[in-house]
């Protein structure tokens, strides 16, 4: 953890939906595992999930799935927190479809930790923050780009 509360930086959480039961294969595991290497992020908890055809929810911990599953991943067991509590987990498996598997991901942005901390010896306080959306993002540079080339030549700004 963080030498200290006020070091700490932003946290943040995701849930990843695979199809079928294998969590990507490890796939995902060696990026994750670069990230934390260059001190970028750590990894604060981390909780599988399968979702069975009828909807019967299986929970996993790292230590309880093998390599194969989970690839380089497992250089984080000794370091979680275990943030998220039972019912937390309860209420994120509700995102999962029947048959699909997840993984729960927890993590300090270590980058942003200096300035989180600048923040707060000034007396400023995080009132608000979201996250906007790849898709929503992609789409709106695809609309730009969409309308730029149906601009005529002549009816560009400062033409």
Sequence with gaps: MADSLDELGPVDWLV??????????????????????????????????RKTEDGTLETAEISDLDESQLGEVRMAEAELAMVLSEQDVMDLAETIEP???????????????PFGSAIRKAGGQLVASGRIPTQAVIAAFQADAEAEAQTPEGMKEGA
Excluded: C, T, Y
Aim: charged share 20%; no cysteine; net charge negative.
């Design 16 to 49: 990843v939906e695979f199809p079928g039961p294998d969590f990507g294969n490890g796939q995902i595991a060696p990026f994750l595992d670069d990230l934390v290497k260059r001190e970028l992020i750590r990894v604060l908890d981390m909780v599988f999930l």
């Design 99 to 113: 048959g699909h598997s997840a993984a729960v991901l927890v993590w300090e942005n270590q980058w942003a930790a």
